[in-house]
């Protein structure tokens, strides 16, 4: 199994600032890797996919990169609609997809 | 525009089946670069993934989970149905269906349902 490894589990940010969430592969799974932004009692929502593609709709302060294991979803500047809980997941294994644990954005 | 929603009991007792029905438009299940996949996620926990089945026929199971599960579809009524045996109450969970869109070095979720709470209790 492909385990997948987020971090922080939880940051306090404010509107504005930079947020950059780590994620990590136990192996290599590039590029097979997507980003996901879900709110209070909603359905998760497609971010980035194949590591840095954006999603049509999604606006262009998200952006994600990486490569191998390490994975990263950049927040340029973050606005007040962006807090949320995040998740990464691997598309690699054709037998079993996963998804991190979350990373919690909240408001400083 | 493609559209998902999940269906299903809201309770269930231990030890019984749960079967969720994923009703879908907007797109065709029939080629191997698209699928529709099951995601649970209990209360305040993360998501986690159980299941997809491609327009092939190709079924993926969560390997934890494997002998418990069961994903079919039924292209003539654009529905995605999943089967988990043996309910318990760690099994008590938001379940989302999705479309999995594929393509050359990308399989992703683009469109979620909206979710259906089942919960296991006697």
């Known amino acids: 199994d492909i385990q997948m490894t987020q971090s922080p589990s939880s940051l306090s940010a404010s509107v504005g600032d930079r947020v950059t969430i780590t994620c990590r592969a136990s192996q290599t799974i590039s590029p097979y890797l997507n980003w996901y932004q879900q709110k209070p009692g909603k359905a998760p929502e497609l971010l980035i996919y194949a590591t840095s593609s954006l999603q049509s709709g999604v606006p262009s302060r998200f952006s994600g990169s990486g490569s191998g294991t390490d994975f990263t979803l950049t927040i340029s500047s973050l606005q007040p609609e962006d807090f949320a809980t995040y998740y990464c997941q691997q598309s690699y294994s054709a037998v079993m997809y996963s998804f991190g644990q979350g990373t919690k954005v909240e408001i400083k | 525009q493609i559209t998902l929603k999940e269906s299903g009991p809201t309770l269930v007792k231990p030890t019984q089946t749960l079967t969720l029905t994923c009703t879908f438009s907007?797109?065709?299940?029939?080629?191997?670069?698209?699928?529709v996949g099951w995601i649970r996620q209990p209360p305040g926990k993360a998501l986690e993934w159980l299941a997809h089945i491609y327009g092939n026929g190709d079924e993926k199971y969560c390997p934890s989970l494997k002998t418990r599960l069961t994903i079919t579809k039924d292209t003539s009524k654009n529905q995605v149905v999943l089967t988990v045996t043996n309910m318990d109450p760690v099994d008590t969970a938001t379940y989302y269906c999705a479309h999995l869109q594929g393509g050359t070095n990308r399989y992703y979720f683009d469109h979620w349902g909206q979710g259906t709470l089942a919960t296991v209790s006697s």
């Open positions: 907007g797109f065709s299940l029939s080629t191997n670069k698209v699928a």
